[in-house]
T-cell receptor, first 116, second 114 residues
Framework: AQSVAQPEDQVNVAEGNPLTVKCTYS??????LFWYVQYPNRGLQFLLK??????LVKGSYGFEAEFNKSQTSFHLKKPSALVSDSALYFC??????????????FGTGTQLKVEL | ETGVTQSPTHLIKTRGQQVTLRCSSQ?????VSWYQQALGQGPQFIFQ???????GRGNFPPRFSGLQFPNYSSELNVNALELDDSALYLC?????????????FGPGTRLTVT
């Protein structure tokens, strides 16, 4: 089964500093990887995805992620954090099912706190 | 905000009761997935519907069932509610069942079972 791991429950960073939220994956075959963000009492918002191609993926709100096959990682990054980036971030891997469908398997989430 | 809507926003049910949750997919999307997110956890896949057929299911018992309608909206039904069913239920739609399509999530329905 496919899985992703987010080793940090919480990441604290000062506004204006770069941020990194870590994710490692375990898949058989080529990985389809995603990042989502969740604000309090809200659904998940899509940030970016890696399917194939360039290892650096650019997404919404200035976020980007770096796919590293040798380290099986897909870390989320932003050059300059904003207080409004404070939220819960989920890494996910897409798995194809036998019935023709597919599902997202999520990590446990990382709470990002950006302070002034 | 995505174009995925869910109703109701919140509801409270008693153990043993049945509940129906509803989801309207984003325009142009024919695939709907349902997820359960317990407090402090990541979402867990329940099942997926593509053109009115269930085409994938997670590790949930049969008392979790669903439907997809010709307009691609969907329902999640849960029978014989248990306390552990208390969670945020998320619906997500996508343009197709292919693995490269991103899923767009609705705001969720918060279910509390007492």
């Amino acid at each position: 089964a496919q899985s992703v791991a987010q080793p940090e429950d919480q990441v604290n960073v000062a506004e204006g500093n770069p941020l990194t939220v870590k994710c490692t994956y375990s898949v058989s075959g080529n990985p389809y990887l995603f990042w989502y963000v969740q604000y309090p009492n809200r659904g998940l918002q899509f940030l970016l995805k890696y399917i194939t191609g360039d290892n650096l993926v650019k997404g919404s709100y200035g976020f980007e992620a770096e796919f590293n096959k040798s380290q099986t990682s897909f870390h989320l990054k932003k050059p300059s954090a904003l207080v409004s980036d404070s939220a819960l971030y989920f890494c996910a891997v897409r798995e194809i099912l036998t019935g023709g469908g597919n599902k997202l398997t999520f990590g446990t989430g990382t709470q990002l706190k950006v302070e002034l | 905000e995505t174009g995925v809507t869910q109703s109701p926003t919140h509801l409270i049910k008693t153990r043993g009761q049945q509940v129906t949750l509803r989801c309207s997919s984003q325009s142009g999307h024919n695939t709907v997935s349902w997820y359960q997110q317990a407090l402090g956890q990541g979402p867990q896949f329940i099942f997926q519907y593509y053109r009115e057929e269930e085409n994938g299911r997670g590790n949930f018992p049969p008392r979790f069932s669903g439907l997809q309608f010709p307009n691609y909206s969907s329902e999640l039904n849960v029978n014989a509610l248990e306390l552990d069913d208390s969670a945020l239920y998320l619906c997500a739609s996508s343009r197709g069942q292919g693995a490269t399509y991103e899923q767009y999530f609705g705001p969720g329905t918060r279910l509390t079972v007492t």
